[in-house]
């Protein structure tokens, strides 16, 4: 099966000399020369891995970064010009996989994607629907007896607390919004001073986590909502 790469870039001679390094390796490539271009191209085609640029016109890759993650879960290496920190941290709390500054060796990408396929196709068969045992580290969830398990020791939650851990868990690696979370969980419309979502998430962590104000499993997506 062909692995498609989108590409994501406002440096056109950047676009072409990753798509010809990917192609030398078998890779399917895509180029897109803004984030607005690659949203449109997402929504008609699947692809399998994002190497998206920070800096560019219209949209940022953060910003688009977070609106992917909306609803998609293929992994997102993030390209920037400048070197900070600050750059790595927003690309990373955005829901990106790995981060590579430029200038960059190509090789180097080319590993770094490798990497993040083979990890993605690993992990993301525990969030395969039909499975009725979802494993995330020490987290187990047997979604046929909805019971909950940590480090071997059950866990009790409430059925509104399982279904939103189940409905993260069915999702590991996307952020869900709070609205979404809500609408799905209580099948009503969301009203945007609701703080009922949040208060159910800390509840969960103080279940689940060892430390809840330092959470591994639900991560805050500041501004956007809750991964696993």
């Not at 490539?29 to 190497?51: G, S």
Request: hydrophobic fraction near 40%.
């Amino acid at each position: 099966m062909d692995t498609n790469i989108l590409i994501v870039d406002d440096d056109k001679e950047i676009r072409k000399l990753i798509s010809v390094y990917l192609e030398n390796e078998g890779f399917q490539t895509q180029m897109a020369e803004d984030a607005v271009e690659a949203l449109r191209l997402l929504e008609n085609k699947e692809f399998d891995l994002i190497i998206l640029d920070i800096m560019m016109p219209k949209m940022d890759g953060i910003e688009a970064c977070m609106k992917i993650r909306q609803e998609r879960n293929m992994p997102i290496i993030m390209l920037s010009a400048r070197s900070e920190d600050m750059d790595k941290i927003q690309g990373l709390a955005s829901g990106a996989d790995d981060y590579l500054s430029k200038p960059f060796n190509p090789l180097e990408l080319i590993a770094r994607v490798k990497s993040q396929l083979r990890r993605y196709k690993k992990y993301n068969t525990n969030t395969d629907s039909n499975k009725r045992l979802i494993e995330i580290g020490d987290l187990n969830v047997n979604t046929d007896t909805r019971q909950v398990w940590v480090r071997q020791t059950e866990v009790r939650l409430t059925p509104k607390e399982f279904d939103i851990l189940e409905l993260l868990a069915r999702n590991k690696g996307i952020v869900m919004s709070v609205q979404k979370i809500y609408e799905a969980v209580w099948k009503e419309d969301f009203f945007k001073s609701d703080n009922t979502v949040m208060v159910h998430i800390t509840k969960i962590r103080e279940k689940i986590e060892e430390d809840p104000k330092r959470p591994i499993y639900i991560k805050t997506v500041w501004g956007v909502g809750y991964k696993i």
